[in-house]
């Protein structure tokens, strides 16, 4: 996204005016007498132009041999310098007289009479995503959309409030008069509107991230005051070395390798956790920075050297990490994707509209934490608490050129600034100002942030009181008995874009490549042997790959987190597992008596089904006309259910079989549903209802039916299946295939002959035994 341009059309030029000033139409320009163009003519009548051609060539020239010679080797001081001269302006401050901005209401809206204390502002440039669809129904918050000029005309979402340029432009804000048409920036008007309806707290997200468990106030303080606040002590970043400005966050929940858009270049490096903490007590945390799993806020330059294809991240942060704190003198980017603003820092709002698109979140940022040291208050990092998906959306670096060029320097600049203003807003403009002068940003910028703290006034808003910061004042000594530890823990992580200490090996890589493929796969086992003596094994063996092992037994064990599950209707228990977890790639059903040879399921399509369709002793056709009893009944149950089916299922289950009076039997100890399966999967069981249906025979059903045989991805195909174990279970497995059955795991001792033998496949599994 480019920030548009909303100036007026340059005039077009006036037509050729002699030196009398008469006006001359352009064909006159050429009608005098042609003179005699000889070279010696030629040079004569041309040598003053001649001359100061040759001299823009020497000045040109000596700029550039100046311009390598002085900074060639210091490509980041030689952006630096251009974009200071670029930039740099001696803007006008604005003249604000406070008291006397009248109020305004909105008139226009057909949300006039409605207050909220909490609302989630989103940027919308598309028709509603899933996620936005879940922000909406999240209970005692309200959704407010804001839209641009990519937004469709059309645009709406139950129970959300959607405000479209038109409606922007009627509610009477001054910053909409600097707004671009086509950019997220826009959300400012957003802001305004929440605080004029009554806001206390704004969640500023993005219309990709989930909220985890779907309650912001699970994981953020949205309570800072009152019987609902918590009155707690709060992790906090040491300030011990006053040369240390600015933290990578990422490190202290477990990605040391990952680094947040707009952390400076020259602190990447910067891995090492922290000797020691302190601690700050809680309540003015105004500014609530979230962490982000699956696509963090990282910038273009680790989006795209720490992949090596268009595979979507998948990054996993600490989610029992405490939250920190900075303290004065030490910062950290903030963005608009995760964050939650009390109304006490509701000026830090504001999105500056002359810098990159990509940089303005981050620049607001750091902007907003050192005047929130004026009224005494902190920004708090927490842990994980939304999921983002990766679209796989290239944005060029150009739109992050703000922030690799000047964002180093603005830090530095910001923890030396000063100000002898007596009120917040004062100080918030003169900073604006300085900014400008500094080349930060442009004096639009200075102008939009007067509109926006006079709209901020006239919405109602009431600026916090100043408070004495602690900059200037010679710092505390830290005694032992203050300093508090946390080691994080250093989660696995393929994005090794920095130095780490130790050598990643081949084993310890292929782990790490198996986890990014399998961290967002459900495990669902079924146990039939003793979970008292398995259950703990077989989560230590899978838990490692996949995002979580669900085990489920015929007897329920609390202790062991085992729950309750009839294996002859196991599908029926699913669902509730689907919807446990309906954020997940997809989930695979695994029973006890088959060992998952992880490391051959690389090459599978995780977007299709997985079935042992192609191996005979697995999967088998019966007749239902026969002796059998028990497969005419089951025949008769499927035949109800088809009629009962939807079109699209209806029409695939009949194209797979061959014969009504034929029974597809299948013994279903391994399959795997993907999510865009899922709903299928969930209507196919609600048609079965309460009829008596076999495991063995409702999941083949299924199958067929969600999709036909052809696409079912062929990864179980040369499994290694037989129908009774073998004298010597030793002679049956082979690390080769994707999965060995059958394999009875009744002890501790037989679980680490298992995993001497996978060891095969997975070196690393000797470190378990």
């Known amino acids: 996204?480019?920030?548009?341009?909303?100036?007026?059309?340059?005039?077009?030029?006036?037509?050729?005016?002699?030196?009398?000033?008469?006006?001359?139409?352009?064909?006159?320009?050429?009608?005098?007498?042609?003179?005699?163009?000889?070279?010696?003519?030629?040079?004569?009548?041309?040598?003053?132009?001649?001359?100061?051609?040759?001299?823009?060539?020497?000045?040109?020239?000596?700029?550039?041999?100046?311009?390598?010679?002085?900074?060639?080797?210091?490509?980041?001081?030689?952006?630096?310098?251009?974009?200071?001269?670029?930039?740099?302006?001696?803007?006008?401050?604005?003249?604000?007289?406070?008291?006397?901005?009248?109020?305004?209401?909105?008139?226009?809206?057909?949300?006039?009479?409605?207050?909220?204390?909490?609302?989630?502002?989103?940027?919308?440039?598309?028709?509603?995503?899933?996620?936005?669809?879940?922000?909406?129904?999240?209970?005692?918050?309200?959704?407010?959309?804001?839209?641009?000029?990519?937004?469709?005309?059309?645009?709406?979402?139950?129970?959300?409030?959607?405000?479209?340029?038109?409606?922007?432009?009627?509610?009477?804000?001054?910053?909409?008069?600097?707004?671009?048409?086509?950019?997220?920036?826009?959300?400012s008007v957003g802001y305004l509107f929440a605080i004029q309806h009554g806001a206390k707290k704004i969640f500023d997200v993005d219309d990709r991230g989930e909220v985890m468990d779907d309650d912001i106030g699970k994981h953020f303080d949205v309570e800072l005051i009152g019987e609902e606040a918590k009155q707690e002590v709060i992790l906090q970043y040491s300030h011990e070395n006053l040369n240390r400005t600015v933290v990578n966050p990422y490190v202290h929940f477990g990605q040391r390798s990952v680094w947040p858009r707009g952390l400076p270049l020259e602190n990447v490096g910067e891995i090492g956790h922290e000797e020691y903490y302190t601690e700050v007590f809680g309540g003015r945390q105004f500014i609530q920075q979230g962490i982000s799993n699956g696509l963090p806020d990282v910038d273009s330059v680790f989006y795209f050297t720490r992949k090596t294809g268009l595979e979507a991240f998948d990054i996993r942060f600490d989610e029992h990490a405490p939250k920190v704190a900075l303290p004065q003198g030490m910062m950290v980017p903030v963005n608009s994707f995760n964050t939650i603003f009390h109304s006490s820092a509701f000026w830090a709002l504001m999105l500056p509209v002359s810098v990159s698109s990509m940089a303005s979140d981050v620049l607001r940022g750091y902007w907003a934490q050192r005047l929130l040291w004026e009224i005494g208050g902190y920004v708090v990092v927490y842990p994980p608490t939304i999921h983002r998906y990766d679209r796989i959306e290239a944005y060029p670096f150009s739109e992050e050129k703000d922030l690799h060029v000047n964002v180093g320097r603005l830090i530095k600049f910001l923890v030396s600034w000063r100000s002898d203003k007596h009120n917040l807003f004062e100080k918030v403009l003169q900073l604006s100002y300085v900014m400008a002068e500094e080349g930060f940003w442009t004096e639009k910028d200075v102008k939009f942030t007067a509109a926006w703290l006079q709209d901020l006034l006239a919405a109602g808003y009431q600026q916090p009181r100043l408070m004495s910061h602690e900059l200037d004042r010679p710092r505390a000594n830290i005694g032992h008995g203050d300093r508090k530890e946390f080691v994080p823990h250093k989660l696995p992580s393929v994005h090794l874009g920095v130095e780490e200490i130790g050598t990643v090996n081949y084993e310890i890589g292929n782990l790490i490549r198996w986890r990014k493929n399998f961290g967002n796969t459900v495990l669902i086992m079924f146990c039939s042997g003793p979970v008292e003596r398995t259950a703990l094994e077989w989560r230590l063996l899978y838990g490692r790959i996949f995002k979580t092992v669900i085990i489920l037994s015929e007897r329920k064990n609390v202790d062991l987190a085992v729950e309750q599950g009839q294996l002859d209707h196991i599908y029926k228990y699913l669902p509730k597992l689907f919807e446990r977890y309906s954020s997940t790639d997809g989930f695979l059903f695994l029973q006890d008596d088959t060992i998952l040879n992880y490391w051959n399921l690389l090459q599978a399509d995780k977007t299709k089904l997985w079935i042992t369709n192609k191996v005979s002793k697995s999967w088998t056709t019966v007749s239902a006309t026969g002796d059998n009893?028990?497969?005419?009944?089951?025949?008769?149950?499927?035949?109800?259910?088809?009629?009962?089916?939807?079109?699209?299922?209806?029409?695939?289950?009949?194209?797979?079989?061959?014969?009504?009076?034929?029974?597809?039997?299948?013994?279903?100890?391994?399959?795997?549903?993907?999510?865009?399966?899922?709903?299928?999967?969930?209507?196919?069981?609600?048609?079965?209802?309460?009829?008596?249906?076999?495991?063995?025979?409702?999941?083949?059903?299924?199958?067929?039916?969600?999709?036909?045989?052809?696409?079912?991805?062929?990864?179980?195909?040369?499994?290694?299946?037989?129908?009774?174990?073998p004298s010597n279970l030793t002679m049956l497995y082979s690390s080769e295939v994707a999965a060995v059955h059958p394999w009875t795991i009744s002890s501790e001792q037989e679980f680490i002959k298992l995993i001497r033998i996978m060891a095969a496949g997975d070196p690393l599994l000797m470190e378990l035994v």
């Not at 399959?671 to 409702?698: C, Q, R, T």
């Open 1 to 187: 996204m480019q920030v548009q341009d909303r100036s007026s059309a340059k005039p077009p030029k006036p037509p050729h005016q002699e030196s009398d000033g008469q006006l001359l139409p352009t064909s006159a320009k050429f009608s005098k007498p042609t003179k005699n163009l000889d070279f010696s003519t030629c040079v004569c009548e041309n040598l003053y132009r001649i001359i100061i051609l040759f001299i823009l060539v020497t000045t040109v020239a000596a700029l550039f041999f100046l311009r390598n010679g002085a900074y060639g080797s210091d490509t980041s001081a030689l952006l630096c310098i251009q974009s200071t001269q670029s930039h740099a302006i001696h803007p006008q401050l604005p003249q604000i007289r406070w008291n006397s901005i009248p109020p305004i209401a909105d008139k226009s809206s057909a949300f006039a009479n409605f207050r909220s204390e909490k609302w989630i502002v989103v940027s919308v440039s598309d028709y509603p995503s899933d996620s936005l669809r879940k922000l909406g129904k999240i209970k005692g918050w309200q959704l407010l959309a804001v839209g641009n000029s990519n937004t469709p005309k059309d645009w709406a979402l139950k129970g959300t409030i959607y405000l479209s340029l038109e409606m922007q432009a009627q509610l009477g804000f001054r910053v909409v008069d600097y707004l671009p048409y086509d950019s997220y920036v826009r959300k």
């Open 629 to 725: 009893d028990w497969f005419a009944k089951q025949a008769d149950m499927v035949k109800k259910v088809v009629a009962n089916m939807p079109v699209h299922l209806q029409v695939n289950y009949k194209e797979s079989v061959k014969s009504e009076q034929s029974l597809t039997i299948c013994n279903s100890e391994l399959f795997y549903v993907p999510h865009h399966f899922v709903a299928d999967f969930v209507d196919l069981v609600n048609l079965v209802g309460d009829l008596d249906i076999h495991h063995k025979v409702a999941i083949p059903m299924f199958f067929m039916a969600m999709d036909s045989q052809q696409n079912f991805d062929p990864v179980f195909d040369t499994m290694k299946y037989q129908q009774k174990p």
